[in-house]
Nanobody
Framework: QVQLVESGGGLVQAGGSLRLSCAAS????????MGWFCQAPGKEREFVVA????????NYADSVKGRFTISRDNAKNTVYLQMNSLKPEDTAVYYC?????????????????WGQGTQVTVSS
């Protein structure tokens, strides 16, 4: 099992930036893909981006391509989400998740450990 703690959320104006961090502890971090998902009020949890265990492969949702960047530092057991050019529709709780395997997936069921979430609010 992996314990995940997100940080870095907050309130920002449209066009601004935030950097989310997810610190992991537990089983070997570098063996597993990591993902970020978001959930807005009244909506299903949605895939945002995932990164493979090695960090070589990344997959972004179309809605964030060119604006968000995922990275990981396996030496620090931390994954990051740099969010630029934020839009009001990006407002949601963002969750970090650890995958069952090293390969990336957009399917939440392929992730078995989740953080508590961090709120991102983008004002217009």
């Amino acid at each position: 099992q992996v314990q995940l703690v997100e940080s870095g959320g907050g309130l920002v104006q449209a066009g601004g930036s935030l950097r989310l961090s997810c610190a992991a502890s537990g089983r070997t971090f570098s063996r597993n893909a990591m993902g970020w998902f978001c959930q807005a009020p009244g909506k299903e949890r949605e895939f945002v981006v995932a990164i493979s265990g090695s960090g070589n492969l990344k997959n972004y949702a179309d809605s964030v391509k060119g604006r968000f960047t995922i990275s990981r530092d396996n030496a620090k057991n931390t994954v990051y989400l740099q969010m630029n050019s934020l839009k009001p529709e990006d407002t949601a709780v963002y969750y970090c998740a650890a995958g069952r395997y090293s390969g990336i997936s957009t399917n939440p069921s392929e992730y078995n450990d989740w953080g508590q979430g961090t709120q991102v609010t983008v004002s217009s």
